[in-house]
Every structure is written in C-alpha cells, then in structure tokens.
C-alpha cells in the first residue's frame, strides 16, 4: 500500500517528537503493508515548511529505517495567502514528490467562497488538488454538494483510515461511509502522528473496505491511485464509480436507494 499522508519526521510539526518515533513509525507501516510512505509535514501559520530541513530529515529516517520501505517528500499544505503565493512561486514544491499533487487542508472554521478560485490558480501552475479528510471538517460535513461539485471538477477527496474505522466519531465515520457510496473518494491515508492514537497504518482501513464494499475498491483508494499520485501520473478512474457501489445495504446506502 502506497500511504500520501503522514507527519512521521521529528519536530517539525505536531507528529512525531523524536527520530527514535520516526523509526517505529516507519518500522510499523512496513510492518502493516506499507511500501512506500509520504512524510507530509504541515506548513500553515503554526509550522514552516522548510525543504532543506525535511529533505536532511528524510535521508535520515532512511538510513535508520532500512529497506522495505520508500520514503518521499509531501505537505500538508494550508490554504492561506502565503502559502498560495509560495506555491505559485514554486509550482512543485509541496506537492507530493514533487510531481504535482498537493494535500490541501481547509480549515474547520470557515470555507473562504472563493477557495475553488484559489485552487484553480494553483492548477493553472500545474497542481493537481487533493482535499485532506472532509469527513473530519464539521462544516464540509454540512455541504456535500460542494463536494459534489469539486470533484465534479476534477479534485480529488482524500479520507482519513481511521475515519472509516470511528475512531474519529460517528459523524466522521458516517459521513466517510457516505462518500465512499457516492463515490467522491479517491484516496485513503493514515495522516499518521504517532505510534499510538493515529498510527501510521492502512491494512485495517483496507481490510474495511474490502468487507464493506469490494476489494478492488481497497486496492483503487490504497494502492493504485496513491501510486499514481506519487509518480505524478493522472488517476485512471474508469471504474469509478459505478462498479464499486456498496454491495451491503447500510444506512447511507438504503437512504440513496429511495
Ligand atoms: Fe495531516
């Protein structure tokens, strides 16, 4: 499984505290199906995303880490002016492996009404835009359609593992489910912090999937797509989303029946 979201390098951002923290990280995604992993470090008004500094970090985690496993440059990029100005600055720079695809977060306080305007100058530059866990944002929760439309627009929407799981609580957990069934996900990731509460795992998210809706989907949302992100490839999404309905009948999918 190829995982596009993690803060796994050491005191940079709220992620791990320690390069000793680093390497469980990495040693437990290995451990659990992870090929290669995205270290996506915040850059927002709390975190600085300084390149040089993740790059030195990164070829250390390697180094102690050992084979098994890839480790690439991400971001997990806020959407704020400067941010926006750098990035066009620098087409390339946070996106993910630098070929393109660039983890935005909105905030949970407000959706700015010109975010789509934001995003498309961003892709005017080259940037491909995927939407970091809507099902954890209480105010996207309350606008699907918005949703909708974006990825009608060709972005894409990246739910977080645990989500599926509930360890985010129910409303995330219904509202990823809900997603899924519509399907308007495209990616699946840890968005890993530590060993603990937000490991950096996919194989159970995976598992998820695989029962709950089929295991090609699993294979699309956590090993092809995130493959092809990180090789800045366009996602093949022929098979989306009409195979890949639910075949069990939940809440969301007996509402969407009527
Ligand atoms: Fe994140």
């Known amino acids: 499984m190829v995982d596009i979201h993690s803060h796994v390098l050491p005191g940079i951002d709220d992620g791990s505290k320690s390069m000793e923290e680093t390497v469980e990280m990495i040693r437990m995604a290995r451990e659990h199906g992870t090929t290669l992993l995205v270290a996506s470090p915040h850059a927002d008004t709390q975190y600085s995303y300084d390149s040089t500094h993740i790059e030195e970090l990164l070829a250390e985690a390697r ?3 050992g084979p098994g496993i890839e480790l690439v440059r991400g971001c997990d990029f806020h959407l ?10 620098q087409p390339m720079h946070y996106t993910i492996n630098q070929k393109g695809y660039l983890l935005m977060e909105l905030s949970d306080l407000t959706i700015f009404p010109n975010t789509g305007d934001l995003w498309s100058q961003l892709e005017d530059a080259g940037m491909t835009i995927v939407l970091t866990h809507p099902e954890r944002n209480p105010l ?3 606008r699907l359609e918005l949703i909708q439309e974006w990825v009608g627009q060709g972005r894409y929407m990246q739910v977080t593992g645990q989500s599926l799981l509930g360890l985010f609580g129910k409303k995330a957990q219904e509202f990823a489910r809900q997603l899924l069934d519509l ?3 495209h990616f699946i990731a840890s968005d890993a912090h530590d060993l ?5 795992r996919l194989d ?3 598992q998820w ?3 709950n809706y089929s295991p090609r989907l699993a294979e699309l949302l956590c090993v092809e797509h995130p493959a092809a992100a990180v090789r ?3 996602l093949d999404l022929s098979e989306f989303p009409p195979p890949l309905m639910p075949r069990k009948t939940g809440f969301w999918s007996k509402l969407f029946k009527r």
């Open 63 to 65: 180094a102690f880490a």
């Open 80 to 89: 704020m002016f400067d941010n926006i100005e750098a990035a066009l600055r």
């Open 140 to 142: 996207l929760r309350q």
């Open 183 to 185: 399907g308007l996900v």
């Open 196 to 200: 603990q509460g937000r490991p950096p």
């Open 204 to 206: 159970q998210a995976f």
């Open 209 to 211: 999937i695989s029962e």
């Open 232 to 234: 800045g490839e366009a």
